[in-house]
């Protein structure tokens, strides 16, 4: 029997990918494209779903090279389609820039480096060095480019111009490739130069992309959409594909059908089931979409299902908003991660700065980048969608407990949420009732205006630390009602826990009465007994009451 190929992990390099590696066939991108003859299209999709690759494939596909790169696309999809759309191959001058690696701490270090990827793209057009069919002042601007001695000013024009250059040279009119195109401007917003880098990157777009009559298609890649006026100010032809669109909703991450494929190919079809529930769940326009990511890498680890995605080291983004500790944050969280769904409007253009505005911004910008998954879209008459949004699988699920616990130990210290650990595993509430004194001083403000959703978010991601001895549960049906939270553990050894929750923000309340009213909801409603049909016999049950930064425990 013939060696499997191996899985293109991390591999963006197309020709490589098709011929040496395991390759799902997206080339009917390039079908599609040309059919719907769409001047300069954006792709959005969160993070490695497989846009670096894609883009190179078109790269690959329409370049006009020394070399015939016919041979990559002769035996797949493209090339059943006929000679309307194989005779484009190879035909056009192509611009291919990623901005994927530009990220700095500052906007000196990320403009250098803006400057080295233009420089590189000019310098991979050597033809153009001494060619006698551009003019002389564009030839003039593309030495200094070359050479590094351009002003920035001819940096922000250098897209159109290599573009009028490639054009007058080959007599071809080119197409402009352009991937990750917003990373830049994540960067800005994260580090404090936004606006250093949405100027700069407003008038390189703008100068190459408005009405240049030099350009054939421009295709853009990236996370977001970012707002007409903080970047494609002007630019009234700008065709946007999000992850609430159908069309060409296939072609970034994997299909059902896909996946059935490949688990039949690496013989491992009997883990369909559990693909899924870590890894899928996400929903482009109308289609099941896998993450490719983690999908390869699962079946590369020997199918060990964990989260892949969620440990790129890229989740900075999330931590600022998870750092957004507003009764709305924090009742809408418990909600996604209990596994309910939350109605919202969504708007899918963004401006970074507007992030810490109204919820509706949060929620479309988690889903936009793939923390969200739109289960139903409604579009209305103002292009504001009305979504039904959840968490997406299992992995996901992780990166919210995982963050948002990073968050607190990073608040109140990670000896805090220790110290918590040991309490409700002892069943030594005084330290319970002290340990969450504490962290609520520290944390907490009195104008967060606090109540029971905020501390439930709050308990539900300091017992985070207990999951990987514990199942984590929240607001589901045991007994005779809906109990907070519930910790099933994973070893016999280990106690189950129960915790119900009461605040108040009245001062004359008494806690200690609360928070025994919470502990005898436990007994009377029988939250227990899904615990002990599970032949859990030790089982701990608190009731916890707050009141601002004021909490009482109350235990058997």
Excluded at 124 to 152: G, P
Aim: hydrophobic share 35%; proline share 3%.
């Amino acid at each position: 029997m013939p060696a499997t190929l191996p899985l293109p992990i991390g591999n963006t390099d197309y020709k490589e990918t098709c011929s040496e590696n395991y390759y799902v066939d997206k080339t009917l991108l390039i079908k599609d494209l040309l059919d719907e003859n769409l001047k300069i299209v954006l792709f959005t999709r969160p993070r490695r779903f497989g846009k670096t690759l894609n883009m190179d494939m078109l790269r690959t596909f329409f370049e006009k090279t020394a070399d015939d790169n016919s041979q990559y696309f002769t035996n797949k999809k493209i090339w059943q389609q006929g000679e309307r759309y194989t005779k484009h191959q190879g035909k056009y001058p192509v611009i291919f820039i990623t901005l994927k690696d530009v990220r700095a701490r500052n906007w000196s270090t990320a403009l250098d480096m803006l400057k080295f990827v233009i420089r590189t793209e000019f310098a991979r057009h050597k033809e153009l060095l001494n060619s006698q069919a551009v003019s002389l002042t564009d030839q003039a601007i593309y030495n200094k480019i070359i050479m590094d001695t351009a002003r920035d000013s001819e940096y922000r024009f250098s897209l159109q111009v290599l573009c009028r250059m490639l054009h007058a040279h080959h007599q071809v009119k080119p197409i402009i490739i352009v991937d990750e195109y917003d990373t830049p401007v994540q960067e800005g917003y994260m580090n404090a130069y936004y606006d250093d880098a949405i100027d700069f990157i407003r008038s390189f777009f703008s100068a190459a992309l408005k009405d240049n009559p030099h350009l054939m298609m421009s295709i853009l890649t990236g996370i977001l959409r970012i707002a007409k006026e903080s970047i494609f100010s002007g630019l009234n032809n700008v065709r946007v594909f999000s992850v609430l669109d159908t069309k060409f909703s296939s072609y970034f991450g994997f299909t059902t059908d896909e996946i059935t494929a490949m688990a039949s190919y690496y013989n491992k079809a009997e883990k369909i089931s559990e693909i899924k529930e870590w890894y899928d769940g996400y929903r482009f326009g109308t289609n099941e979409i896998f993450n490719p990511w983690s999908v390869l890498n699962y079946f590369s680890n020997d199918c060990q299902p964990i989260p892949y995605w969620v440990r790129t080291s890229e989740n900075a983004i999330i931590k600022e908003i998870l750092k957004l500790p507003t009764e709305s944050t924090y009742q809408n969280l418990t909600r996604l991660m209990d596994g309910a769904s939350i109605k919202s409007n969504v708007e899918t253009d963004i401006i970074y700065p507007k992030l810490k505005d109204p919820q509706a911004n949060i929620l479309g910008f988690l889903l936009m980048t793939g923390y969200l998954k739109a289960i139903e879209i409604t579009p209305n008459l103002e292009g504001i969608y009305e979504c039904n949004l959840e968490i997406p699988n299992k992995e996901l699920r992780s990166v919210y407990r995982r963050e948002i616990l990073t968050l607190l130990k990073e608040k109140a210290g990670e000896n805090t949420v220790i110290r918590l650990q040991d309490a409700l595993l002892s069943k030594n509430t005084e330290q319970i009732k002290l340990t969450l004194g504490n962290f609520l001083i520290k944390t907490a403000s009195f104008f967060d205006g606090l109540q029971e959703n905020y501390y439930h978010g709050l308990i539900l991601g300091l017992v985070t630390i207990l999951e990987n001895t514990h199942k984590l549960l929240s607001n589901r049906e045991s007994g005779d009602g809906r109990y907070d939270i519930q910790l099933e553990p994973k070893s016999s050894e280990l106690p189950g826990i129960i915790i119900e929750l009461k605040s108040t923000n009245k001062a004359s309340a008494n806690l200690s009465y609360l928070a025994t009213t919470a502990y005898n909801q436990i007994l009377t409603k029988k939250y227990d007994t899904e615990l002990l049909a599970r032949n859990v016999h030790t089982i701990y049950k608190y009731g916890i009451a707050f009141r601002g930064k004021e909490a009482e425990v109350v235990s058997d």
